[in-house]
């Protein structure tokens, strides 16, 4: 299969905390996507970040890559009850269409 | 606001009863997606249009079928549901042919829930 792998596939943190959620991938890439849904609701874009980038940031997210180890993190600081969501990578896998890792669902405890 | 559209937001039929799920978009993007979405489960690509060109996955069931009648419009037609069909239906589009790539961001409608009895 090539979808992607994301860990853990739950977390559960205190509002103020910080949330870190990895995503690994099997094919060559030329960027890697996070979005965020919430229950009931569509996928939100959240960052994208290409093959030549290493670290990219947005707000309180920040993202990594490693297309070594073909890997990428998500790590959401400071963490509020807003961000309870699942989040999911997406890649550029075989046939060029966008394929969607199982995703993280993060709860955030007030 | 520019945004994807689906109606319903739930949708019931009967098992075997056709039904049809609607996507509008007022951003005029190129290309419309459809996703299937089972509880828990990352967003599986059923087909895409870019313009009036259609594109099929390769394990998309011949039950689903797809019809767009202008840019703005999108259609997914399940012709016989079947209990497997049960899921959340995600439209989603992008600006162009590039995105397919995976070159820019989708942008995705709150989905329609589909319940078969």
């Known amino acids: 299969s090539q979808q992607g792998e994301e860990d853990p596939q739950a977390l559960s943190i205190q509002e103020g905390e910080n949330a870190t959620m990895n995503c690994s991938y099997k094919?060559?890439?030329?960027?890697l996507q996070w979005y965020r849904q919430n229950s009931g609701r569509g996928l939100v874009h959240l960052i994208l970040?290409?093959?030549?980038?290493r670290e990219k940031h947005s707000g309180r997210l920040r993202v990594t890559l490693d297309t070594s180890k073909k890997s990428s993190s998500l790590l959401i600081t400071a963490s509020r009850a807003a961000d309870t969501a699942s989040y999911f990578c997406?890649?550029?896998?075989?046939?060029?269409?966008?394929?969607f890792g199982g995703g993280t669902r993060v709860l955030v405890k007030p | 606001d520019a945004m994807v559209i689906q109606n319903p937001r739930y949708q019931v039929t009967q098992f075997g009863k056709p039904v049809t799920l609607s996507c509008s978009q007022t951003?005029?993007?190129?290309?419309m997606y459809w996703y299937q979405q089972k509880s828990s489960q990352a967003p599986k690509l059923l087909f895409h249009y870019y313009d009036k060109d259609f594109n099929n996955e390769a394990d998309t069931p011949d039950n689903f079928q797809s019809r767009r009648p202008n840019t703005s419009f999108c259609f997914l037609d399940i012709r016989s549901p079947g209990l497997g069909d049960a899921a959340m239906y995600l439209c989603?589009?992008?600006?162009?042919?590039?995105?397919?790539?995976?070159?820019?961001?989708?942008?995705f409608g709150d989905g329609t829930r589909l319940s078969i009895l």
């Open positions: 989603a589009t992008s600006r162009d042919h590039a995105t397919l790539w995976g070159d820019q961001p989708q942008h």
């Open positions: 997406a890649h550029k896998a075989a046939g060029n269409k966008l394929t």
């Open positions: 094919t060559s890439i030329n960027n």
């Open positions: 970040i290409r093959s030549n980038e």
């Open positions: 951003l005029n993007h190129n290309v």
